[in-house]
Structures are given as C-alpha cells and as structure tokens.
C-alpha cells in the first residue's frame, strides 16, 4: 500500500461508513461516519477487503500496515489486541497478562488496557471488538455487528 488519502465505502450491515486515513502506504485511521469526508474515494483494496469480511470470510487484517501514532505503553497493548485471532474473543485482564511488561492485578495495568482500547486509531484493524469487556473506539452499534459477523 503505497497510496496516500482518505477512502470511504458505504456499509449497509453497518449502517455506516467505514473510512479509512491513509499516509505514507500506512493506515492511521479508521473511522465509521454517517457520510464520508468530501474527498474521500470509495477505491481502495482494503475496502475489498473489508466488503468480504462483512460478508463473512474469515480475514485476518495483519499484514496491513499501520501506523499507531499512541503513546508507547499503548502500543503494545494494541500490538497484542492485533494478534488476537478471527472469531476469537478475550478479556482486559488476559490482554492485560498477555502484554510484555503488564500485570493482570495492577489496577493501574487494567485502566492503560481500557484507555488504550478507547484511544485505538484502527479499529477493525487492530479488533477491539474481540476485547469483551473493554471499551471500543468504534461505535457500539459497529462493535455488536463486527461481533456478530465474527460469532462472537
């Protein structure tokens, strides 16, 4: 992905649009508004992509390239939601335990956890939606059909 700009489809499942920032063949954001930016293009192969997984074909969003411009404590808390596989769902306290140099009975752990779920520029990409009870920075109409798709 060596493309820059914003693109934008129309989700009928969703209700929404699912937009997407790109910068520098990276994605920097995803986002689900009722009508897309002016400019917004609606040609891009991840919104294939996405087309097919909402049509129920297991995908995996891996390889895509992203750039989480979070602070580092959240990065790799999002790094580690990112690795959670298709049609799986967990918990904040696994996340937590699963995320190098966190600790599932720290207080202050679980509430970086949460933060960096809410604050996540990619959802869909990095799939906050199979944090069961955590927060989601999609909306929550988008998380409980993005939940349904994966059987969640």
């Known amino acids: 992905m060596d493309d820059a700009g914003i693109y934008a489809r129309e989700y009928e499942l969703l209700d929404c649009w699912v937009q997407l920032g ?41 390889d895509v390239t992203v750039a989480l411009t979070v602070p580092t404590d959240q990065r790799g808390v999002l790094e580690t939601v990112r690795g959670i596989p298709y049609g799986t769902e967990i918990g904040v306290e696994k996340v937590t335990s699963m995320t190098a ?22 959802p869909l990409l990095v799939p906050d939606h199979r944090v069961r009870d955590g ?11 993005l939940r349904a798709v994966e059987g969640l």
């Open 22 to 62: 790109i910068a520098q063949g990276r994605v920097i954001s995803v986002s689900f508004p009722d009508s897309p930016e002016a400019d917004a293009s609606e040609d891009h192969d991840l919104l294939d992509r996405i087309d097919a997984y909402l049509e129920g074909v297991e995908a995996s969003f891996t």
């Open 101 to 122: 140099g966190l600790d599932s009975e720290s207080d202050d752990d679980l509430r970086l956890v949460r933060t960096a779920l809410a604050d996540n520029p990619v």
């Open 135 to 145: 927060p989601s920075a999609a909306p929550a109409p988008v998380v409980g059909k």
